[in-house]
């Protein structure tokens, strides 16, 4: 029995993060979780570092979001950013810029 629960409770996290990830709303907007991230000096540093690509389809769906938010309108549910396809694609540059902010903040006290 002990066996079980970690796969049981996992499949029901798993469950519960889609419920989740979808009852925040900006998945009907096309958006990613990435895209929702408020930006900070760190934030705008890594998107500074971003691919040209990867920045520009994330300006492309801030846009359209936008542009459905002011028609008070979501996007067809065929459309819609599903849990298996989003991808942080922010979050590795932004945890390289903290670490080489702490890092520089260490060698100030020094």
Do not use: H
Request: aromatic content about 10%; hydrophobic content about 35%.
């Amino acid at each position: 029995m002990a066996s079980r629960a970690p796969v049981v409770t996992g499949r029901f996290m798993l469950g519960v993060r889609k419920w989740y990830y979808n009852m925040c709303g900006f998945n009907k907007l096309g958006l990613m979780r990435d895209d929702t991230i408020y930006e900070d000096s760190d934030v705008k540093e890594a998107l500074r570092r971003l691919p040209e690509n990867v920045g520009n389809d994330r300006m492309f769906r801030i846009k359209r979001a936008l542009d459905l938010s002011m028609k008070q309108q979501i996007l067809p549910k065929d459309q819609w950013t599903k849990y298996e396809e989003d991808v942080n694609y922010l979050t590795p540059y932004l945890e390289e810029v903290i670490r080489e902010r702490k890092e520089r903040e260490e060698w100030m006290k020094k």
